[in-house]
């Protein structure tokens, strides 16, 4: 494997520091949150990696104030971390990690299945196998388990400080639609919340008559179904931090994630796309104080080498011969009836000299087309994108035509100055 740098994702603050977890590769940095500086590196390599082209769900990381708790992916094991790497692994039987409270992981069941509906107006009757129990797994800081069942389909979890809320579905007139187009539009249930002490007993069933809040009651204003998963992308923190971080000058850097450490704002911030498209982007650690001017980088996205404590390569695969031969030749002609049609319109292509190739080994192989634009005169505009992950698994380029054929109609090519021997990589 060649060189591999820490992507930054997550930003958890537990007592041992600022935990910074790889956006992929199961690796955390653990730094000094006034000085950025690394006090330890822990990995989870042991764990499996998830299923290749990033099904769902993704990596699911919380933080339980002294320990990290992650899935890799929705079948894998619930792991805890410490300083010292995995302290206990638990099988969930396909649940979901969804919240913590110190030293216990709360595991349950994948959100229900979304709803559609065509023109009616009242919202229809749960069917059959929505209406089953459910089931969540409480988890102890040394693996061991408790099953609890819900008589309702569990909508959320959400861990506050002296109980765990579990928010299910109910099948009442309350709940409503939202229009998705035409005449199409996704069915609401109803929710109510139950309360499940942090200090009482577990018992093994809970439901709206024992644990059930009165109507109305919300722990949050309306929460999304699913577990907290991390997809490359916190859109809550960064949401929630967008209004605030505007205060701060944080250059051509885009906005990733959000936490707290050390008592001041932290925040993950990329920088312009890098290329190929798929590649791992380069993500500083910002710490922020006055405004505007005081950005501290606790961690560079240049800064640590990780590539000891990542998942090994795969075996190459059988049928990649196959596979290159085939993504080649489906793309080989992919702008041909574009160019026909402007120049049969103005007589002048936007696009010249397009060449469409395959470049590099296995798994660095990426597919690239290299052409020229009317709006970068001179210059050779060069697209490519990775045909393999990181771990040298098939990673096909679905929609690969679509994606430069916006970044081109968008007028959205980097400008001139950037390009690098004639060349300019988009």
């Not at 216990?104 to 229809?124: I, K, M, N, S, T």
């Not at 942090?198 to 577990?227: C, K, L, T, Y």
Request: proline share 8%; aromatic share 6%; with cysteine.
């Amino acid at each position: 494997m060649t060189t591999r740098l820490l992507t930054a994702g997550d930003l958890i603050e537990l007592e041992s520091g600022l935990w910074v977890v790889d956006i992929v590769q199961p690796v955390a940095a653990v730094l000094d949150p006034p000085s950025g500086d690394v006090r330890q590196v822990v990995s989870w390599f042991d764990v499996a990696p998830p299923a290749a082209r990033g099904g769902w769900p993704a990596r699911q990381v919380l933080g339980d104030g002294f320990s990290i708790w992650t899935k890799e992916s929705g079948i894998g094991p619930l792991v805890r971390l410490t300083l010292d790497g995995i302290a206990s692994a638990t099988w969930t039987d396909d649940l979901l990690l969804w919240a913590c409270h110190p030293g216990v992981a709360w595991c349950g069941p994948r959100p229900a299945r979304q709803v559609l509906d065509h023109g009616a107006a009242a919202v229809p009757p749960r069917e059959m196998e929505e209406a089953n129990p459910s089931r969540l797994l409480r988890v102890g800081a040394d693996g061991d388990t408790t099953s609890v069942r819900v008589n309702h389909p569990v909508r959320s979890l959400h861990a506050a400080d002296d109980a765990l809320l579990v928010e299910v579905e109910v099948d009442d007139e309350s709940g409503r639609r939202r229009r998705l187009g035409t005449d199409t539009s996704e069915v609401i249930r109803a929710t109510r919340w139950l309360r499940l002490p942090r200090d009482a007993d577990i018992p093994n069933f809970i439901g709206i008559d024992s644990h059930g809040m009165p109507p109305g009651w919300a722990a949050v204003e309306e929460s999304q179904p699913g577990p907290p998963t991390f997809h490359r992308f916190d859109h809550e923190a960064a949401s929630a931090a967008r209004p605030w971080a505007a205060q701060w000058d944080i250059g051509t850097r885009s906005l990733r994630s959000a936490a707290s450490a050390g008592g001041r704002p932290v925040v993950t911030a990329e920088h312009e796309r890098v290329v190929p498209r798929n590649a791992a982007p380069l993500i500083d650690v910002l710490a922020l104080g006055a405004p505007p001017d005081e950005v501290t980088v606790l961690l560079a996205a240049d800064a640590l080498d990780i590539t000891g404590h990542c998942w090994p390569l795969v075996p190459r695969p059988l049928d990649t011969d196959s596979y290159l031969q085939q993504v080649l030749s489906a793309h080989q002609d992919v702008y041909g009836a574009y160019l026909e049609e402007v120049a049969g319109g103005s007589g002048q292509p936007d696009m010249r000299n397009l060449r469409t190739r395959l470049v590099g080994d296995w798994p660095d192989t990426v597919l690239e087309w290299t052409f020229t634009w009317y709006t970068h005169p001179g210059l050779t505009v060069r697209h490519s994108i990775r045909l393999f992950d990181e771990l040298g698994r098939i990673q096909k380029p679905e929609y690969a035509e679509v994606h430069l054929d916006e970044t081109l109609a968008g007028g959205g090519l980097p400008p001139a100055d950037r390009a690098r021997d004639g060349i300019l990589d988009i």
